[in-house]
C-alpha cells in the first residue's frame, strides 16, 4: 500500500466540485471509471446483481452507476453516498430528469460511516472511486456492515500491483489524483476477510492498457477545444495534464498500476 498523507476528503471535494472533475467526465464520459458500460455491466454479471435487488454506491459521484444498474438490471432501489455536495446536487438532477428519482435516493454522508441502517442491502458497488478514500479499512468495514448476510460487495479501483510504484512514482501519481493511499488486490482481500467477507473473484480487468489511450487521444486529437474551455485555455495547465496522463500510462504499460475487480460475498 502506498499513502500520501498530506491528501485528505477536502482535496476530493475540491476536484470533484471545480474543472478538474467536469475535464474528467469529458473524456471519461457520465461513468467517471475505466472501461464505462462494459465494466460496470461486468461487474454486476460477476456479482450476480439481480432484478428486484436493492443496493448502496460508496463514493457515488453524480450516481451514474445507480442509473445503469437500475435501467439495465432493473435493480429496485439505490442508494448513493458520497461526500460532495456538488456532485450529489448534479446527481439529483439528472436522475430526476430521467425519471428514475422514485428509485435512486443520495446521502451526503462519509462513505466509512454512512449512517444507514446495517445489514439492509443486497450489495455494496464501487466503481473506481474508493482510491479517494482515506481509511479504506473502515471504508471496508462500513460496506459489510450495509451487506445482507448472503450480500455482495461488488467494486473495481485503481490498483498498485505486486510490482510496486517506486516512491517518486507513487508521490507523483497520487498527488496528480488526489489519492490519499493506494492498495493492491491483496490489502482489499485482507480487509474484507477481517470483516467476515469470502472474496469470489479479485483480479485485474485488463481493462486500463486499451483505454489510457483512448483518452489521450480524446484530448489530445479530439476534444482539445472543450478540455482548454473548462480550464479556462491555460494551455500550461492542459500540458502538464497530459503529461500526467501519459506518466499514468506508463505505469500501467510497466504492469504497476490496474483497473482491479473483486467482487466478496458476507457471510451469514
Not at 476477510?193 to 485485474?204: G, K, Y
Request: net charge negative.
Amino acid at each position: 500500500m502506498k499513502t500520501a498523507a498530506h491528501i485528505h476528503l477536502a482535496d476530493v471535494q475540491t476536484v470533484y466540485s471545480g474543472p478538474e472533475g467536469r475535464l474528467w467526465e469529458l473524456l471519461m464520459g457520465e461513468q467517471i471509471h475505466v472501461g464505462g458500460y462494459q465494466s460496470s455491466m461486468d461487474l454486476a454479471q460477476r456479482a450476480g446483481i439481480a432484478a428486484g435487488g436493492r443496493g448502496v454506491d460508496l463514493c457515488c459521484c453524480t450516481g451514474a452507476g445507480m442509473r445503469f444498474l437500475v435501467r439495465c438490471l432493473h435493480v429496485a432501489q439505490m442508494t448513493g453516498v458520497d461526500a460532495t455536495p456538488a456532485v450529489l446536487e448534479l446527481g439529483r438532477q439528472r436522475t430526476a430528469a430521467e425519471g428514475l428519482a422514485g428509485k435512486i435516493f443520495f446521502e451526503e454522508a462519509n462513505a466509512c460511516a454512512t449512517g444507514l441502517p446495517g445489514g439492509r442491502f443486497d450489495f455494496v458497488w464501487g466503481e473506481d472511486a474508493w482510491c479517494y478514500v482515506e481509511d479504506k479499512s473502515k471504508l471496508i468495514a462500513e460496506a459489510a456492515r450495509l451487506a445482507k448476510p448472503g450480500g455482495k460487495i461488488a467494486f473495481t479501483d485503481w490498483m498498485e500491483t505486486p510490482l510496486g510504484l517506486s516512491t517518486e512514482e507513487a508521490v507523483r501519481l497520487l498527488g496528480f489524483m488526489k489519492f490519499p493511499s493506494l492498495l493492491t488486490l491483496g490489502d482489499y482481500q485482507s480487509h474484507l476477510a477481517a470483516n467476515r467477507c469470502s472474496v469470489i473473484v479479485a483480479q485485474d480487468t485488463g481493462r486500463f492498457a486499451s483505454c489510457m489511450p483512448l483518452y489521450l487521444d480524446m484530448i489530445e486529437k479530439q476534444l482539445t477545444y472543450d478540455a482548454l474551455k473548462i480550464i479556462g485555455f491555460d494551455t500550461v495547465l492542459a500540458a502538464t495534464l497530459v503529461d500526467e496522463m501519459k506518466f499514468i500510462q506508463s505505469l500501467v504499460q510497466t504492469g504497476k498500476l490496474i483497473q482491479g475487480l473483486v467482487v466478496a460475498e458476507k457471510l451469514r
